[in-house]
């Protein structure tokens, strides 16, 4: 990985919610042959990430009894996401 593939993702890491740093990085992977990488970047923005957390959060609270009887403990969203 060179530095500045590093820089790029740490602006991502440094600024979660900021879809920025996302769509720069997505055009220096284009520029590197790596489309397929290039669109999950302008696809997976803070909002769809934030829409999938709530899922995650909604689907654990309506089967967390179904999981617990299951796996014989609880799940969280945050377990699920991990």
Do not use: C, N
Not at 31 to 54: F, S, V, Y
């Amino acid at each position: 990985m060179s530095s500045d593939e590093k820089a790029l993702l740490a602006a991502i890491e440094a600024a979660p919610s900021d879809e920025a740093p996302h769509k720069v990085y997505a055009d220096w992977l284009d520029e590197h042959d790596r489309p397929e990488e290039a669109d999950w970047h302008r696809l997976w923005t803070a909002k769809a990430a934030q829409a999938a957390r709530k899922w995650f959060e909604q689907f654990a609270a309506k089967h967390s009894e179904e999981i617990e009887e299951e796996f014989g403990e609880k799940y969280t969203a945050e377990d699920m996401i991990q």
